[in-house]
């Protein structure tokens, strides 16, 4: 499944204007920065906006609290830290992008400190530190079960299963994950690899349709996803508006 996404990918699907956020907003134009510091794929601003989206699909899902989720392409496994708390559930996450496995003990701010530098300030002072200080917690990116994995055969699933104590999932999502560079027989892959814990499972697929979070080709309707499913699937929109299933 081509999900493999590097530092690079993460950076051109996100890019957040970090001052613009801050009391007081900025940068001023007076100081010739441009656009200033910008941050990408970070904790700070895609946990609160997980949080929200998790808020308003809980509502149509009904995810129980007794159930065990797999959430596919988790990246960071914000979207993992959202679900619980929106359910109570037990809840891992997988994902085979190797820049995720690397850098999901570390913390954000080598990263952050980095962004203040090519926005032109210091991270240590003035400006700079005050930017530092508002974007990082100094807690490790991932809070929650994040494995290397992708759930296409028997040693991948054996792991979900251990990670979740020993238990298949009662419900697997695609978090978001399919975009142009997916094929049909892609599609078909992710969910045959979604429902290979027994086919007793619900399959959730979340699509984006237009935004960062999504480059979906014209003719990839929320209807014609859902066609390429075969067998029991649900496709909702990520802001919870629309919820097809068959």
């Known amino acids: 499944m081509p999900t493999n996404w ?20 900025g940068p001023p134009p007076a100081e010739n920065r441009g656009a200033g510091v910008v941050l990408h794929y970070h904790k700070f601003f895609m946990a609160p906006w997980l949080s929200n989206r998790w808020t308003k699909l809980q509502t149509v899902l009904g995810i129980l609290p007794g159930d065990e989720v797999v959430v596919f392409g988790a990246g960071f496994g914000w979207s993992v830290d959202a679900i619980i708390a929106q359910t109570g559930a037990t809840v891992v996450g997988i994902d085979i992008s190797q820049h995720i496995a690397d ?37 490790p990116r991932s809070n929650v079960i994040v494995l290397q994995n992708d ?22 999502i695609a978090d978001d994950m399919i975009d142009d560079d997916w094929t049909d027989t892609d ?13 007793t499972q619900r399959l959730i697929f979340m699509y984006s349709k237009g935004g ?27 802001d919870g508006q629309i919820h097809l299933v068959k």
């Open 187 to 199: 599609i078909v892959n992710l969910r045959n690899a979604m429902n290979g814990f027994g086919g």
């Open 6 to 25: 590097t530092k690079a990918d993460y950076d051109a699907n996100y890019r957040f204007r970090i001052e613009k956020r801050m009391p007081g907003g």
């Open 212 to 238: 960062n979070q999504s480059k979906l080709s014209p003719p990839r309707t929320f209807q014609t996803l859902l066609d390429l499913l075969p067998g029991s699937a649900e496709v909702i929109s990520t």
């Open 151 to 172: 759930g296409s055969d028997n040693t991948q699933r054996q792991a979900i299963r251990v990670a979740l104590g020993n238990t298949n999932p009662t419900v697997s």
């Open 103 to 139: 850098e999901q003990a570390n913390t954000e701010d080598t990263e952050v400190r980095a962004a203040i530098i090519t926005g032109g300030l210091d991270p240590d002072i003035g400006r700079g530190a005050e930017v530092l200080a508002f974007v990082s917690d100094g807690q």
